[in-house]
């Protein structure tokens, strides 16, 4: 990860992520459904890996399921929401860049996840290959790898999109895209009412763009056999499943890449 994206998570973000996003219940909830509809239960060894934790919204979940989780992410904040909401549930916490290899390795998990937009905030296309091929060799046989993301593959009309995403009667939550060949610079706009007043607040950092073909192939030489992808909603999905031995049939249950 840059130390932008760090710090923007770090000093802006971090806040008021879990407001943002819709709330803590409505994220366990949606995650919670996407674990059990895909049939993702512990396996195996109960091991998982959540790369990019954040405040927990996958790790608790995934906890609540019966998994041993190792919540991994670079925001100290948010590893610390995350603690108080994990209660006593088996959540060991990790503050590190998911790219430093060492600080996760040698755990030999069923499951890797890696969810809400965390790929996209890696430097370049080749950092995601070489953390899905790491990913690849740190999961035992028959194991699984889910990834989710935004897709901003695609340019919408014009130059600069301004989304709402959030608001109430004391903060009002924007976003503003700006698309460049690579990567697509985002700058996070924060108005908050401290009395009778507005403040604004603003940050910006950089992600990449990465193509569901070009992800999903990514995907597949690193060895994977993916069993679900979607693209829906301008959200990619992949499943993927490290087998255990390599195998030449089509892919299951692909759609929309």
């Known amino acids: ?5 760090q710090d923007h ?17 409505e994220q366990i909830r949606i995650n919670r459904h996407f674990f059990s509809s895909h049939t993702v239960m512990p396996r195996d060894n109960g ?37 108080t909401n994990a209660g006593d549930l088996p959540i060991v ?11 996760w390795s040698g755990r030999n998990p069923a499951l890797i996840v890696c969810m809400g937009d965390t ?8 950092s995601v290959t070489s953390l899905i091929r790491h990913c690849h ?56 009412r401290d009395g009778g007043s507005w403040r604004r607040h603003a940050g910006r950092y950089s992600k990449i763009r990465i193509h569901p073909d070009h992800l999903a192939r990514i995907v597949r030489t690193a060895g994977f056999t993916l069993h679900f992808s979607e693209f ?7 499943i993927a499943v490290k087998e255990n031995t390599v195998t030449s049939g089509p892919d299951l249950k692909t759609r929309g890449i």
């Not at 990860?1 to 994206?5: E, G, L, N, S, Y």
């Not at 770090?10 to 819709?22: D, Q, R, S, V």
């Not at 979940?61 to 989780?69: K, Q, T």
Request: proline residues 5%; negative net charge; contains cysteine.
């Open 1 to 5: 990860m840059t130390h932008a994206v």
């Open 9 to 25: 998570y770090n000093i802006f973000l971090a806040g008021n992520y879990t407001w943002m996003c819709g709330g803590w219940e």
């Open 47 to 83: 091991v998982a890996i959540d790369l990019g934790a954040g405040n927990g919204f996958q790790s608790v979940p995934l906890a609540m399921l019966g998994y041993s989780v190792t919540a991994v992410d670079f925001c100290q904040p948010l590893l610390d929401a995350l603690r």
């Open 93 to 103: 916490t990790v503050n590190s860049d998911i790219l430093q290899y060492s600080s």
């Open 119 to 126: 790929l996209t905030h890696l430097p370049d296309l080749p």
């Open 137 to 192: 060799t740190e999961l035992e046989p028959g194991g699984t790898l889910v990834l989710s993301l935004r897709d901003y593959s695609s340019v919408p009309a014009g130059t600069t999109e301004c989304i709402p995403v959030c608001r109430n009667d004391n903060r009002i939550f924007l976003c503003s895209l700006k698309y460049h060949e690579k990567n697509v610079m985002v700058e996070d706009i924060l108005y908050s």
């Open 232 to 238: 829906r909603d301008s959200k990619i999905t992949i």
